[in-house]
């Protein structure tokens, strides 16, 4: 089964670090380039950030520039997030995604950062 | 990186059907063929359903159909059904893999 799985969210203080990872099985996860995606609570989905397949090029939303890094180590099929400097409003589900042909054909089943003291 | 524009809500009566639009700019909806279309039931990961504009992934049903004019975008579900009752998300390409989604419409069916 082509399956993505988030892990590593929870509850941090504000200006705490976190590191999400997500599995990736069932394909071949090298040859995709993988995004980030989070969704604030009752809120819209935001893109975050992407990495190429091979880890060499990487973007980022200017919201989380400079704090978020994203990762990928693709002899483990897994990819990272690693995120610094927490703030309320980076509060949210987030999402590994799989990009197919611009589009985002495999989704995890989330994990939920709550930053709160 | 702005928010493409959605309508908030739109409804509609079973076997009646319902347009969506997804405004942005020239920099991604207009720029590029890469518009693609999520559904989102409430506590589940969104799911593909439009890909490169007008694309059906294999599975989705045919009454989902996706366009595009100009900067803005369109999904339109005809003959719809209860289980079509979501929040639906449209993304573009704004260059060099990078995205932007939209503000989200609640689809209501009456």
């Known amino acids: 089964e082509v399956q993505l799985v988030e892990s590593g969210g929870g509850l941090v203080q504000p200006g705490g670090s976190l590191r999400l990872s997500c599995a990736a099985s069932?394909?071949?996860?090298?040859?995709?380039?993988m995004h980030w995606v989070r969704q604030g609570p009752g809120k819209g989905l935001v893109w975050v950030s992407r990495i190429n397949s091979d880890g060499s090029s990487t973007n980022y939303a200017d919201s989380v520039k400079g704090r978020f890094t994203i990762s990928r180590d693709n002899a483990k099929n897994t990819l990272y997030l690693q995120i610094n400097s927490l703030r309320a409003e980076d509060t949210a589900v987030y999402y590994c995604t799989r990009e197919d042909f611009w589009a985002f054909d495999i989704w995890g089943q989330g994990t939920m950062v709550t930053v709160s003291s | 990186q702005s928010a493409l524009t959605q309508p908030p809500s739109a409804s509609g009566s079973p076997g009646q059907s319902v347009t969506i639009s997804c405004t942005g700019t020239?920099?991604?909806?207009?720029?590029?063929?890469?518009v693609s279309w999520y559904q989102q039931h409430p506590g589940k990961a969104p799911k593909l359903m439009i890909s490169e504009v007008s694309k059906r992934p294999s599975g989705v049903p045919d009454r989902f159909s996706g366009s595009k004019s100009g900067n803005t975008a369109s999904l339109t579900v005809s003959g719809l059904q209860a289980e079509d009752e979501a929040d639906y998300y449209c993304?573009?390409?704004?260059?060099?893999?990078?995205?932007?989604f939209g503000t989200g419409t609640k689809v209501t069916v009456l």
């Open positions: 020239s920099s991604d909806v207009g720029g590029y063929n890469h």
């Open positions: 069932g394909f071949t996860f090298s040859p995709f380039w």
């Open positions: 993304s573009s390409s704004a260059g060099s893999h990078n995205f932007v």
